[in-house]
Every structure is written in structure tokens, then in C-alpha cells.
């Protein structure tokens, strides 16, 4: 088979479009990041948004969650948050002398952690165990979060005061790390013009149920072994880049992506398959995802730091020597 045929039509995959349109209505730009958004949404995936300020990354969460219905949580994350202030906590009730639970503002479908960076240690680690196991933990009682659930951060990168690196294993939890970059001269023109009239009104377009049965439909999506294993082979390659011949590359990456990178790799693409109207993954899904699901899992060394080489160049010299491969058929 082709991968390059017209594509099997996707006739479920119509909300999602409807979606997307509703969205641009106060989004100008940013196609890379509402299509990203949108394939964590269907891969339950929880993604990062780094951009500088200005750039409507808390307006396109904000506009996606209203979309797509279901409850949604904005926390503006400073240094002085505590875990309970996203959480919840056990409060003492004086009428019946008993301590009840109150649950926190991650009790919700979409949370949007505005500035996550500015949160310390404690706070992470909290916001870890949601976003993992979807489940927080208050005193001796488990409590299980709403589904769909998903975590949507932003970070500006600019800034060194009053910040905190988010641990690897917390990035590591993040399906994709979506980089922000400004307008073009065009598409500022039309920000700025939009923003003298009256900001236009979101409605919602689908439902949490309806998003839930979207995710399972996502779930059909064909994917050719081969595909899984070129995915292997990328990931594996970031660790031992000295398999593929790229040896001068060994003293810049301290550590590779984890397995987990291959799998949310997979699994991006499988969305990002079913957002284009396909029944099955093509190569394509997996490159044009590969940056964003790898990058923030690259862990580089001093030596990278000094030399300028950010894990995007790194991932570009590797997929640059890695064949892609080309299945013979969609195997159904």
C-alpha cells in the first residue's frame, strides 16, 4: 500500500474539526498548538506549553475547555501554593466533631496549571500523583479524579527568579512539550484588530461523554508493527546515539528518553492519525510528533549547555539518520 493514497475518511473524527473552528474564534495562529492540544485530549495525555508571555497560550487552553465542556479549573501556580491548596485537605467540622474532606480545584475534567514552574517541590510532587495515577491521596482516603482528566500547563522560559525546575519525573509524565513561537507580521495585524472589537463568545461543542467515545474511537486506529518498532528505535536512539553512527553525539545527551517516550509517541499518533480522518497511522504521524513528545525528555549535558545544542537539534540529527519505515500494507 501507498501511505501517501487519500486518506480513509473518519466520519467520527467530525466534532473534533467542529472543535478546533470553534477555537480559532479567538485564536489567531497557533495551528501547531490547538492540533497538539487536541491529540492530548484524545491520547489522555496531559501536555506542556512553553512560550514566552503574550502569546494566548492560557487563552487557547482556556478556549479548548470551553469547547469542550465538562468542568474545567484554572490554579495560577506561585511559590507560596501549597499541596493542599490543589488538592484538598481535611477540614474540621464543629457540629458534628468530625474532620471532613474538602476536595481541591483538581477535581475537575481540565486544569489548567498556569505558570507550573513557579510551584515548589512539594507542590509537584502532588500534582505528580494526579496526573499519573488520577488520583489524590488525603490522609488515610483515596479519591479518584473525574474522567476525562487532563492537565494542561504553561511556563514561560525567560524568567530565573522565582522559579523552579520541574523534576524529571514529572516531565516525564507530560505526553508532549509544544514550544510557542510569536506571530508572523500577518497574524498579528489580526490579533490586534480583534482585540478593539468584543471578544467573540466559545460554545461548547461536544460534551465529556461525547469526548470519552471519541477517545475510544481514537483507540481503533490502526498501528503497523513496524511503526511501533520505528518509535523503539527513536527513543533508543536519543540513549545510544552511537548506534546509528552519530557517536559525536554521546557527550551532549546525559540521559535519553524513557520508555515511556516511545509509548505516549504511539499513541500521539494514533490521535493525530484519527484528527486527520484516517483509520490508520502513516509515518508522517509519527515525525511530525516526534519533536514534541521527545523533546523535554532529553536530559543534556554541560557540555550541550555551553555549545548551544538543544535537544530539537539533537532529535533532528538523529531522525535524519534513522530510516523510516515503510509498511506494506495497513494489515486489516
Known amino acids: 500500500m501507498n501511505w501517501n493514497d487519500a486518506a480513509v475518511p473518519a466520519a467520527s473524527a467530525g466534532p473534533i474539526e467542529k472543535v478546533l473552528y470553534e477555537v480559532k474564534k479567538t485564536i489567531v495562529g497557533q495551528d501547531v498548538l490547538l492540533e497538539r492540544l487536541v491529540v492530548a485530549l484524545l491520547a489522555r495525555g496531559h501536555v506542556l506549553v512553553e512560550g514566552v508571555p503574550g502569546l494566548a497560550k492560557t487563552l487557547a487552553v482556556k478556549s479548548l475547555a470551553t469547547a469542550i465542556g465538562g468542568d474545567f479549573h484554572r490554579v495560577q501556580f506561585t511559590p507560596d501554593l501549597v499541596p493542599a491548596d490543589i488538592v484538598g485537605t481535611r477540614v474540621f467540622h464543629q457540629p458534628t466533631g468530625e474532620f471532613q474532606v474538602q476536595l481541591g480545584p483538581v477535581f475537575t475534567n481540565l486544569l489548567l496549571a498556569d505558570e507550573i514552574n513557579r510551584a515548589p517541590a512539594k507542590v509537584q510532587s502532588a500534582l505528580l500523583e494526579t496526573m499519573q495515577e488520577r488520583q489524590v491521596t488525603i490522609g488515610r482516603e483515596t479519591h479518584k479524579l473525574p474522567n476525562p482528566f487532563l492537565v494542561m500547563a504553561t ?139 521527545l523533546r523535554h525528555r532529553l536530559v543534556l549535558s554541560y557540555e550541550a549547555l555551553s555549545d548551544e545544542i538543544t535537544p530539537d537539534v539533537i532529535l533532528s540529527k538523529i531522525m535524519a539518520n534513522l530510516a523510516i519505515p515503510e509498511p506494506a500494507g495497513r494489515g486489516r
Not at 159 to 179: I, S
Not at 194 to 213: E, F, G, K, S
Not at 242 to 250: N, V
Open 155 to 293: 511556563q514561560n522560559p525567560i524568567e530565573n527568579e522565582g522559579v523552579y525546575p520541574l523534576p524529571e519525573a514529572q516531565v516525564d509524565r507530560f505526553m508532549m512539550k509544544v514550544l510557542v513561537g510569536y506571530p508572523s507580521v500577518t497574524e498579528e495585524f489580526v490579533v490586534v484588530e480583534r482585540a478593539l472589537a468584543p471578544a467573540a463568545v466559545i460554545q461548547r461543542i461536544i460534551d465529556p461523554a461525547t469526548l470519552i467515545a471519541l477517545q475510544q474511537q481514537a483507540d481503533q486506529v490502526y498501528v503497523d508493527p513496524s511503526l511501533i518498532e520505528y518509535a523503539v528505535q527513536l527513543a533508543h536512539a536519543t540513549r545510544e546515539p552511537g548506534r546509528i553512527g552519530l557517536t559525536d553525539l554521546a557527550r551532549y545527551v546525559t540521559f535519553g528518553a524513557s520508555p515511556r517516550s516511545s509509548i505516549s509517541l504511539v499513541l500521539a499518533a494514533r490521535a493525530l492519525a484519527f484528527i486527520r480522518g484516517r483509520e490508520y497511522v502513516v509515518p508522517d504521524d509519527l515525525t511530525d510528533l516526534a519533536h514534541d513528545v
